[in-house]
């Protein structure tokens, strides 16, 4: 018997003794593995105990290898060793029901994204280390996950999927015809402080528009992320995006003739605003090099809630205002202006948004930044390649599961399969499976019993993956080449031909 796997062990308690069907590397039948209800322990067990016991179990008998040809455990023998059965702190595992909630989050992620006709792309989890590494002194540097391979190579878990897109860009030159819509939903690694909704894996659905300079692609971008909302029952009373432009802060710095290379730095740490001590941000601005005026006009301006009040302070002409305006208006048009709201505050912490920036929040306050984006188009020529006009935004998996849980909006998600097949007696197996192939050549979903097991049992299975009919093969009814079919919602059971049966 294979070593059971660790998923199995943490949950010996919640799940039933019945046969699980799993599959092994080696071998692609399925095995029945029990679950033992004392021991956490994988018992490897010594070379010695291992033999005497192989041997009495098949009777003396010493073979190496077993049915399935696998190596015998004798040779693979080790001292017993205790696993902690719970995943790395940060990481989740995903039991069948967890499961069926990510695919559901998941496919609502991909028909959004196709409903905007977006491509789905993705790129290696592992990546270079330098496609990370920024000079501006973001958290998300620090949170990398990073090694050396066995070649010698600095490599990292990605921690967000943009510098990954960049490279791909960059790789395929001249040969993509822009704009270009693309969407991602892929696994990321931050070492993160462990709070609500944040964890040190997670997934993101990430939308980005290439080649469009306008804010009309910011606007598209807001519009993908409202349907998705509404798709999954959140209302504007619940969530809201907070936006403002990068240009703002820019304006504002070269006012006070701040160089431009220092920007995505002071950006950086303003973003920290929430985080940490006012004085702190005082401090780390003046040691970038900002003079106490300056910092003291970009905190008013950041604390601004109205663009009107913005355009008072920076005057109508600039292109923050302009850029903005033109988001508030589009955003009239899709009709979602009672999601968006002007906020100067927000900035971001990554360091390549260069113009408008926005954020989703939760209305009550009591969660992270459900998703979050933005205007990035000098980060290809920070790679080496040419610019091109770029925004998106990505979009967690774990907040938004949180937000659902407090509106009580988590879909009720259960295993459903069409059929439950059965033979009634162990010599009518072989028809069952003759019955559970022309049903699932149909495109219907069977539940095979491949053991002979009473009546009640199978009910009990029925009820347990809400199977919608119990097809019984059974020798009387066979005879004739027929089978049993019984609806289980309503009880109607009729005798069916094999070739009638759809
Ligand atoms: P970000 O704000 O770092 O942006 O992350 C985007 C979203 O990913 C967050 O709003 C949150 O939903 C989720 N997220 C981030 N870190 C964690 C974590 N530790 N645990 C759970 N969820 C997390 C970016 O990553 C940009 N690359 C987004 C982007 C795409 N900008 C343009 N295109």
Sequence with gaps: MPPLPSLLLNQRLSLSLKPLLLFSQSSLAPRKFQIPRQSVSVKRRTFSSLAS????????????RGRSGALSPSLVAEEVQRIDVNPPKGTRDFPPEDMRLRNWLFNHFREVSRLFGFEEVDYPVLESEALFIRKAGEEIRDQLYCFEDRGNRRVALRPELTPSLARLVIQKGKSLSLPLKWFAVGQCWRYERMTRGRRREHYQWNMDILGVPEVTAEAELIASIVTFFKRIGIK????????????VLQEVLRCYSVPENLFGKVCIIIDKIEKI??????????????????????????????????????GGAGEAIADLKELFSLAEKFGYSEWIQFDASVVRGLA???GI??????????????????????????????????????????????????????????????????????????????????????????????????????????????????IMVGNTEWQKGMVVVKVLSSGKQYEIKLDELE
């Design 277 to 314: 001590p006012i004085a702190e941000i005082k401090r780390e601005l003046n040691v970038t090099g900002l003079s106490e005026e300056a910092i003291e006009e970009l905190l008013q301006v950041l604390s601004i809630k109205s663009l009107t009040k913005l355009e008072e302070i920076l």
């Design 357 to 470: 920036v926005f954020e989703g929040f939760d209305r009550d306050g009591k969660l992270r930044a459900i998703c979050g984006g933005g205007r990035y188009d000098r980060l290809l020529s920070t790679f080496g390649g040419d610019d091109v006009p770029a925004c998106g935004f990505g979009f967690g998996d774990a907040v938004i599961v949180e937000l659902l849980k407090e509106k009580g909006l988590l879909p009720e998600l259960s295993l459903e399969v069409d059929n439950i097949v059965c033979a009634l007696d162990r010599d009518l197996q072989g028809v069952a499976a003759i019955v559970a192939t022309k049903l699932r050549e149909k495109g219907q979903s069977v539940d095979l019993v491949l053991e002979s097991k009473p009546l009640k049992w199978v009910f009990k299975r029925a009820a347990r993956t809400n199977a919608q009919r119990l």
């Design 236 to 247: 504007e009373s619940d969530v809201g995006f907070k936006v403002s432009s990068r240009k």
């Design 53 to 64: 016991e192989h041997s009495s179990e098949n009777g003396g008998r010493s073979s190496v």
């Design 352 to 354: 390549y948004y260069t």
